[in-house]
């Protein structure tokens, strides 16, 4: 028996061949989830006498797929597999006071991107069985994550699947052990100055701390192709999908207090930017469950600061994401978690 509240959604490990569906062991207390089936249909269109509609045994499936999001709030355990859908490499390194591990994510820079099979759980009114619908070959195309003013922070990631299955046995969720929750209170931001790279038991540190900023929030667009319909493959893709050139990019938003931001967008000056959440809740001495955002170089694209009607000014100011061609990696994501494995 089951109630409305029952809902689940589920990940499963990188699938081994693209589209066939491996069960489900990662799953997330999800605040929002919505996927769709994306067929494409074709209709006859030759005429025949005595008709002015089109005809139903001249309606055929032309092609198929699905999409959909999944939105969670940021805790200290299970992301990982997120993050490594997402950007597409990782490394996991046990901390040296340990049982901490440090996964660093970066962009991919081999094709094809990994895939996986979701699944969600969805109750049916009157507390029936929970009916399972599976997303064999997701692969995801975005990522946000998000951060404002007392408030919780978002991940949100979106998924492009190679079909639609309802037949495949419904995997009962299964959740990690109190994981804590990363919270705007756990933030702290550095933008400008100069940057230490994250090694793969160290966190990226140096920078200008700065006491300004209200909201953050960096997306990822993986550009994602949309080919890989070929004959043979019954309407559905067949191949994974090839990355494209990614679009990274943000919001921040801040107290106009001095002229540090304005200067650099008026003059173009790159910025390093690192945002770092930090639980309270020690995973081993020393050792805090972390997530930092790190970005060495960063342009912004406004603005200048007006006058708000006697209030507070605050300045909105988006950013883009550029590769210094220097050999570090233009974005990472680096996660600090009890969990053995990504």
């Known amino acids: ?19 066939t569906p491996v069960v489900d062991d990662r799953f997330f207390e999800f605040t929002d989830e919505k996927f769709e089936w994306k067929p494409s249909f074709v209709q006859g269109a030759g005429l025949r006498v005595g008709t002015r509609v089109a005809r139903n ?4 499936l032309g092609k198929q797929e699905a999409e959909g999001e999944i939105e969670i709030e940021a805790v200290s355990k299970g992301m990982g597999r997120l993050f490594e859908a997402a950007l597409g490499s990782v490394t996991s390194t046990m901390i040296a006071a340990g049982p901490g591990y440090q996964q660093n994510h970066t962009l991919t820079t081999t094709d094809p991107i990994k895939s996986y099979t979701i699944q969600k759980g969805v109750p049916t009114i009157g507390g029936g069985t929970t009916q399972a619908v599976t997303f064999p070959g997701s692969v995801c195309t975005n990522l946000e994550i998000s951060a404002s003013t007392g408030d919780i922070v978002k991940i949100k990631t979106g998924w492009k699947a190679r079909e639609v299955r309802t037949d495949i046995a419904y995997a009962a969720p299964s959740y990690p052990t109190t994981p804590e929750l990363f919270t705007f209170v756990d933030g702290a931001i550095t933008i400008g100055g100069t940057l230490t790279m994250p090694t793969t038991t160290a966190l990226a540190t140096g920078g200008t701390v700065v006491a300004n900023i209200t909201d953050f929030s960096l ?12 004959f043979g493959g019954a309407g559905k893709r067949t191949r994974k999908q090839v990355v494209g050139l990614a679009d990274a990019k943000g919001k921040i938003t801040a107290e106009y207090t001095d002229n540090t931001l304005r200067d650099a967008y008026l003059n173009q000056t790159g ?37 708000s009607g006697g ?25 600090r978690t009890s969990d053995t494995t990504v």
Request: hydrophobic share 40%; no cysteine; aromatic share 6%.
């Open 311 to 335: 209030k507070p000014i605050m300045q909105s100011i988006d950013y883009t994401v550029l590769d210094a061609a220097t050999g570090n990696a233009p974005l990472t994501i680096v996660y």
């Open 271 to 307: 910025l390093a930017i690192v945002m770092t959440f930090t639980s309270s809740v020690a995973i081993t001495a020393g050792v805090y469950p972390t997530l930092q955002i790190v970005i060495p170089l960063a342009k912004l694209e406004g603005d200048i600061p007006n006058a």
């Open 57 to 60: 045994d001249r309606r055929k």
């Open 1 to 19: 028996m089951s109630t409305q509240l029952d809902a689940s959604i589920g990940l499963s490990a990188s699938e081994s061949t693209f589209g």
């Open 219 to 230: 997306s990822v667009d993986n550009k994602l192709d949309d080919g890989g319909f070929t």
